[in-house]
């Protein structure tokens, strides 16, 4: 299996921890890393542009990793797979939610690579929540959706619009 993962980037010191996390992970990847563009949905679009070989898509933020296991999650009867996220001191979503929806999950998925190429979503420039409204998009195409029981994507703390010092 081959993973793209990527990675919009502030270019913050907690950048090396986020892809010390994807290789620990052993896997066959690309790091489609981009911090040239004004924001995290057009360095998101940016590296999507270049996705075509892999099997799976994954997201990450710059100033969150992924624990050890997250690809064995990645189940090819799935289009989307939601990695279960501790962001700060909160899980989401949590294990009683039973639907997705706005504000129980983040950027913490990944798309199946093929299902990516067949539909060619973009992530919108309208601010926050961003991924939200990715997703509602993805929602839309499919029913295949997976959330993972265990926890695989840390958010330590909550930058988003915070560059490095």
Known sequence: MKIDYIIPTLYRPTLSRTIASIQRENTEHNLLVCGTKDSASENRNESLSKVKDSD?????????????GHSKELDKDFDIVILRMKQADKIIPTPKDRVLKQGNVGINFALKTSFYLKNKF???DKGHEEDWRFLVK??????????????????PEIYHLKASK
């Not at 993805?138 to 958010?155: L, P």
């Open 56 to 68: 799976w898509i994954v997201f990450l933020d710059d100033d969150d990793y992924l624990l050890k």
């Open 122 to 124: 973009l992530f919108d």
């Open 138 to 155: 993805v929602f839309e195409k499919t029913t295949k959706i997976k959330v993972t029981n265990k926890i695989y994507y840390i958010a």
